[in-house]
């Protein structure tokens, strides 16, 4: 079973930037394909970003394209969330999560998609 925890939220200007981690334990690392997704108060679970399990590929949503980047360290069993140009909006509780290293599915853009999930950490902009 994978297990997940996040690193890295906080408070932050609007126009800042953030790092956020996630360190992974279980099952090899480079097996899985990994993702970071967010809630806000009051709305459904975004995905924001996801990795293949080499880090060959990436994907985002398109309201984060640009200003936030994905990458993942299959030595150190970390995938990163680094965050620029935060905005008001971006305000959310994000989530690390993982696919299951049986699957073959190399890239999961629908967060219900994943199998296995982070605490969460509170990222808040201010304008």
């Known amino acids: 079973q994978v297990q997940l925890v996040e690193f890295g939220g906080g408070l932050v200007q609007a126009g800042g930037s953030l790092r956020l981690a996630c360190a992974a334990s279980?099952?090899?690392?480079?097996?899985?394909?990994m993702g970071w997704v967010r809630q806000a108060p009051g709305k459904e679970r975004e995905f924001v970003a996801t990795?293949?399990?080499?880090?060959?590929?990436?994907y985002y949503v398109d309201t984060v394209e640009g200003r936030f980047t994905i990458s993942r360290d299959n030595v150190k069993n970390t995938v990163y969330l680094q965050m620029n140009s935060l905005q008001p909006d971006d305000t959310a509780f994000y989530y690390c999560?993982?696919?299951?290293?049986?699957?073959?599915?190399?890239?999961?853009?629908?967060?219900?998609?994943?199998?296995?999930w982070g605490q969460g950490t509170q990222v808040t902009v201010a304008s």
């Open positions: 999560a993982s696919k299951s290293p049986l699957s073959h599915t190399d890239v999961v853009v629908l967060p219900e998609r994943y199998d296995y």
């Open positions: 990795i293949s399990r080499s880090g060959g590929s990436t």
């Open positions: 279980g099952p090899t690392f480079s097996n899985y394909a």
